[in-house]
């Protein structure tokens, strides 16, 4: 298990989520009366403002409820993009139940639960979908603003960043000995404090190449960045393929293309 370092599935960002989303709906709600808010929570003799404020804690319970899940689930594995939506969509789903569950009861079921669920569900997506952007884009400034003063500006060293442009690790050239592509994401093999590590990050060699090739790293197959520093030897392997051995036990033999190899042995 790991520290959650993403802002929008941190302890904060449950907090802020639990308070300020229900907070701005009501206000919204009760000073605008959108998307026929008026006509749904007007019922019997209990005022709008009344059934507003219960249907508003209501989202507050469900989020409050919700999101220490998200957070749990972030300590273990990344969450991306499209999968924090869909769980904020979820957030919104859940609180519409409930609320439709409170205005079925309100009105002694004189409308069906799925109907009143239906209009629930589109009153609160035109609601929230306001708080929940302001909300994300805040956060996510405030994290890119904590990195940009976290890390020093030393042009020396190597920032990689996620297909989503969000700067996940910054080392220095002279500590990476190989980078590996694989499908969608590329490995990055470095020595941290003397131990060998891996980083697996979600990007391209593509994308990746001329930060890279600028920061000493040299291409020797379609698949793999090498830092020549820590080739060993550079041979034929049982099969007739060109390969580097690394001076660091425990690691693959990196494949060599023919097309890099000249350019690679005048390196060592």
């Given amino acids: 298990m790991s520290k959650n370092k993403?802002?929008?599935v941190s302890g904060a960002s449950t907090i802020l989520h639990s308070i300020i989303i229900p907070v701005f709906a009501l206000v919204f709600t009760i000073a605008y009366k959108p998307f026929g808010t008026y006509e749904l929570l007007q019922i019997g003799q209990t005022s709008f403002s009344f059934n507003a404020t219960i249907c508003f804690c209501i989202i507050a319970i469900s989020i409050i409820l919700t999101r220490p899940w998200l957070y749990i689930l972030g300590r273990y594995k990344k969450i991306v993009r499209?999968?924090?939506?869909i769980w904020c969509l979820g957030e919104v789903v859940i609180?519409?139940?409930?609320v439709s569950l409170y205005i079925a009861l309100m009105m002694h079921r004189a409308v069906p639960f799925f109907e009143v669920a239906g209009t629930s569900f589109a009153m609160l997506v035109g609601i929230s979908i306001f708080p929940y952007a302001i909300l994300w884009s805040g956060l996510e400034l405030y994290a890119k603003n904590k990195e940009s003063e976290e890390i020093p500006d030393d042009n020396s060293l190597i920032r990689f960043y996620d297909e989503y442009k969000k700067l996940r690790l910054v080392i220095a050239p002279e500590a990476v000995m190989f980078i590996k592509s694989e499908e969608n994401y590329v490995q990055i093999h470095y020595i941290d404090a003397g131990?060998?590590?891996k980083f697996v990050l979600r990007s391209s060699m593509r994308a990746l190449e001329e930060t890279l090739a600028k920061r000493g790293l040299v291409r020797c197959h379609r698949s793999y960045f090498i830092n020549p520093e820590?080739?060993?030897?550079?041979?034929r392997d049982s099969s007739g393929l060109i390969v580097a051995e690394l001076k660091q036990d425990g690691f693959e033999s990196i494949p060599i293309s023919k097309k890099y190899h000249e350019e690679i042995t005048r390196l060592l």
């Fill in 6 to 8: 993403d802002i929008l």
């Fill in 82 to 85: 499209p999968v924090y939506a």
């Fill in 95 to 98: 609180a519409s139940l409930f």
């Fill in 195 to 197: 131990r060998t590590k």
């Fill in 230 to 235: 820590y080739i060993k030897i550079i041979h």
